[in-house]
């Protein structure tokens, strides 16, 4: 059964067997994994791990795909699948910690990280296939052009380590940029030195919103010159020359003061 990629789903299908046995070698599935595979189109990594693990939940939007894969596999509860948008996907329903893997739509996958983000205290780790630029942006380090708002809206919350490059002819049909392997481990909770994750994301969104901004400018609505002087932090910084420790710094100072 053939299947025509869509362009509304973001599908560029990975062919490569290479980087597919490199993929599964890197996440390591052990038979119990509680793992479940965002968008498994038409099976790359679907079949490899099964393989491996006693069952496997996949989260599909595509009723072609649905449709396929329910043709391909026996519904003997070793493949589960779960119809609809990963998006909007209750990963609370599923037994833990989970285990997450997948090609990302790249067209949604900033959102989908952030998703995923909040189910981070049930998630043991996460490989993900992404556009190369985005794996740069999360693990990218102060005062470097990739470093932004999802660099530190990351990585307070996550370790994590580009793993591979994935060249655009590993895929039918070949998507016209480079693509990469990170794999996404949540810090322990003693590690998270933001409490309240609310003020800090608006205060993270705040800086970046204006990067090329003075601190003075972006987060006037948040800290006088006196706060940043308490911080020890210069006013005349930009927001990419903070480290994830000084907006988690300014998230407390603030937090404290309401």
Same mark, same amino acid.
């Given at each position: 059964?053939?299947?025509?990629?869509?362009?509304?789903?973001? #599908?560029? /299908?990975?062919?490569?067997?290479? &980087?597919?046995?490199?993929?599964?070698?890197? &996440?390591?599935?052990?038979?119990?994994?509680?793992? +479940?595979?965002?968008?498994?189109?038409?099976? =790359?990594?679907?079949?490899?791990?099964?393989?491996? %693990?006693?069952?496997?939940?996949?989260?599909? &939007?595509?009723?072609?795909?649905?449709?396929? %894969?329910?043709?391909?596999?026996?519904?003997?509860?070793?493949?589960?699948?779960?119809?609809?948008?990963?998006?909007? /996907?209750?990963?609370?329903?599923?037994?833990?910690?989970?285990?997450? =893997?997948?090609?990302?739509?790249?067209?949604?996958?900033?959102?989908?990280?952030?998703? $995923?983000?909040?189910?981070?205290?049930?998630?043991?780790?996460?490989? $993900? *296939?992404? #556009?190369?630029? +985005?794996?740069?942006?999360?693990?990218?380090?102060?005062?470097?052009?990739?470093?932004?708002?999802?660099?530190? *809206?990351?990585?307070?919350?996550?370790? *994590?380590?580009?793993?591979?490059?994935?060249?655009?002819?590993?895929?039918?049909? =070949?998507?016209?940029?480079?693509?990469?392997?990170?794999?996404?481990?949540?810090?322990?909770?003693?590690?998270?030195?933001?409490?309240? !994750?609310?003020? $800090?994301?608006?205060?993270?969104?705040?800086? $970046?919103?204006?990067?090329?901004?003075?601190?003075?400018?972006?987060?006037?609505?948040?800290?006088?010159?006196? !706060?940043? #002087?308490?911080? !020890?932090?210069?006013?005349?910084?930009?927001?990419?020359?903070?480290? +994830?420790?000084?907006?988690?710094? &300014?998230?407390?100072?603030?937090?404290?003061?309401?």
């Amino acid at each position: 059964m053939s299947h025509q990629a869509k362009k509304r789903f973001g #599908q560029n /299908f990975l062919v490569d067997e290479g &980087i597919i046995a490199d993929i599964v070698n890197a &996440i390591a599935p052990k038979f119990e994994d509680n793992m +479940v595979e965002i968008g498994p189109g038409l099976g =790359a990594l679907t079949r490899p791990l099964l393989k491996r %693990l006693k069952c496997l939940h996949v989260v599909e &939007i595509d009723r072609d795909i649905i449709a396929r %894969l329910k043709k391909e596999y026996p519904q003997d509860g070793r493949l589960i699948i779960h119809e609809g948008d990963a998006l909007k /996907f209750d990963l609370g329903e599923l037994p833990t910690p989970l285990r997450i =893997a997948g090609n990302l739509p790249y067209n949604i996958s900033s959102p989908l990280l952030f998703r $995923f983000a909040e189910f981070a205290g049930r998630i043991s780790d996460m490989h $993900f *296939m992404l #556009q190369n630029e +985005v794996v740069e942006r999360m693990v990218a380090e102060p005062s470097t052009p990739a470093y932004g708002r999802l660099s530190v *809206m990351l990585q307070y919350r996550f370790y *994590m380590e580009k793993l591979l490059d994935v060249p655009p002819e590993s895929f039918r049909p =070949a998507p016209k940029v480079n693509s990469a392997i990170v794999r996404m481990i949540p810090l322990p909770e003693d590690k998270i030195a933001v409490k309240n !994750g609310a003020l $800090f994301a608006r205060i993270v969104g705040a800086a $970046f919103g204006q990067r090329r901004k003075t601190l003075k400018n972006t987060l006037r609505d948040f800290v006088d010159e006196q !706060g940043f #002087q308490d911080l !020890g932090i210069d006013s005349r910084l930009r927001a990419e020359n903070l480290s +994830v420790a000084e907006f988690a710094k &300014i998230t407390s100072y603030l937090d404290i003061k309401a």
